[in-house]
């Protein structure tokens, strides 16, 4: 595992109090994958750390350590981004816990951090944030070598996920999927509202197998929010 790194691409995923006045960071990293990193002094009043680690912030971050736990040096921030507000910020949170609950320490992935990229421009504009997720998620899996195999589909036929086989041929019923929205999410177009439907049907049984029992935080979050709107 590196002993240093400098001035390295990255963004927050998560934060927490660590001792009195620091903050333990998880970050997503271009290079390295995902970094815990001790931000020593963040937490103390005027620290300018306390504003620069926020979440969907692109950051270039430096730090040293030999084990898995880093002592944080610098980071700075290149260009003030946006931050995302109500559902997309929501959508955001969903995301990064994906990554700190299924990305294994020091395991780069610069195809997926493009994409992250990406998922983060689109939150901040909120233009099309389903289509954005899905997207997202689908590369995830792909990454992780998880991949849903979908040009094999054919139009007009129906199938079904299982989470050994990917997508299998069925009888049409109400909890198959079409080839034609199979196609389309193979293709990331989401103009459709029966393909976005899919797509988030999908995804969200692909990945259960992979979280476990445990629950998604953002996903409570996200359903608590909907039921005092």
């Keep these: 595992m590196s002993q240093h790194a400098e001035q390295a691409a990255a963004f927050v995923l998560h934060s927490r109090p660590y001792r009195e006045t620091s ?3 998880d970050f997503f990293t271009l ?3 995902r970094i815990s990193a001790v931000a020593r002094g963040a937490r103390r009043s005027g620290s300018a750390r306390r504003f620069t680690l926020q979440p969907f912030q692109s950051l270039h971050v430096s730090w040293s350590g030999r084990h898995e736990l ?25 995301a990064n816990e994906l990554l700190q609950r299924l990305l294994q320490p ?3 992935h610069p195809h997926l951090y493009l994409y992250y990229t990406y998922l983060i421009q689109e939150l901040q504009q909120s ?7 899905r997207t997202f998620e689908r590369q995830l899996l792909e990454n992780m070598g998880y991949g849903i ?3 094999h589909c054919l139009p007009d036929h129906y199938y079904q996920y299982d989470v050994q086989q990917g997508m299998i041929e ?3 019923d109400s909890a198959s999927y079409t080839g034609e929205c199979l196609l389309a999410i193979a293709e990331d177009r989401y103009e459709r509202v029966e393909v976005k439907r899919a797509a988030k049907r999908l995804m969200r049984e692909a990945l259960a197998s992979l979280l476990g029992a445990k629950p998604l935080k953002s996903r409570e979050l996200f359903m608590k929010t909907r039921r005092t709107a």
């Design 23 to 25: 903050l333990l960071v």
């Design 31 to 33: 290079e390295y994958g």
């Design 70 to 94: 880093k002592n944080l040096s610098q980071a700075e921030v290149p260009q003030v981004m946006p931050q995302p507000v109500g559902k997309a910020l929501l959508c955001g949170l969903y």
């Design 106 to 108: 020091a395991d780069p």
């Design 127 to 133: 233009t099309d944030l389903e289509g954005a997720l």
């Design 149 to 151: 195999a979908l040009s």
């Design 170 to 172: 069925v009888a049409a």
